[in-house]
């Protein structure tokens, strides 16, 4: 149900070693025959900390059944939008408090961000791979699509492009944010938010052993605003904002600009 990493997913390097194994039994998507157990790795070169392989195809099917209630389009509107309004005003100041971009929100899980861009006045638009989640989207009226960034074929159309706990979820981070630099047009700027292993409530959960992200059997990565920066540069980006967010303990917001 898992294939292996042969290297490190960021810098490609073979030096990696196992730090840990971690039941994945109570996670809310697990059911037989999926894995019962994480391992994690981390890179001898870069630093960077992955688990032992990625889903296969099979396994994403048995994974995508079920969906946790905070990525239904439709659920906590009140909440994403007292989430969401002041993320959409730090990117607009940023690009000089302009406000008619174009703006793509990758993986957009609720659809809160998309909506929440357009009534700032952007041209929001979002894909996702849950057919059923873009259904719903599409029905309220908003421009959505069931696809990933690399099916989408406009370079250089968007001004910003998000990425909410996207990343993590992806086996190579590396190809998500190359698809971001060619739909972005110069001086674009992209959104990531993701958990930081490097914070203190990070650490805090490790000293108590009860840090649910070990378990999260949805996720690839745990990244640090290290590695994170590290990512972007190396691939045309410039990191140029770090905020810590509020959607949830342990969570970072960083917006990068493309060079």
Known sequence: MRIQYQACPLCSSAGFRKIGEYSCVNHHVYSSPLPPAMTWMRCGSCGHVF????????????????????????????????VWGPVVSMISQLRGWNYDGAWLDAGFGSGALVAVAAEFGYRAAGVDLREQSVNAMAAMGYEVYAASLGQIGQPGFFDVISMADVLEHTPFPAEEINHAHRLLKPGGHLFVSMPN??????????????????????????????????????NGFEPLRYEISTRYAACMDVVSVKK
């Open 51 to 82: 688990t032992g392989g990625y889903f296969t195809l099979e396994a994403l099917r048995i994974m995508f059944q079920k969906t946790q209630p905070v990525q239904t389009p439709g659920s906590a509107t009140a909440e994403g939008r007292g």
């Open 197 to 234: 292993m490097d914070c203190v409530v990070w650490k805090l959960w490790d000293m108590a052993g009860s840090n649910p992200y070990w378990s999260e059997m949805e996720h690839y990565h745990n990244f640090s605003r290290e590695s994170l920066y590290a990512l972007l540069r190396r």
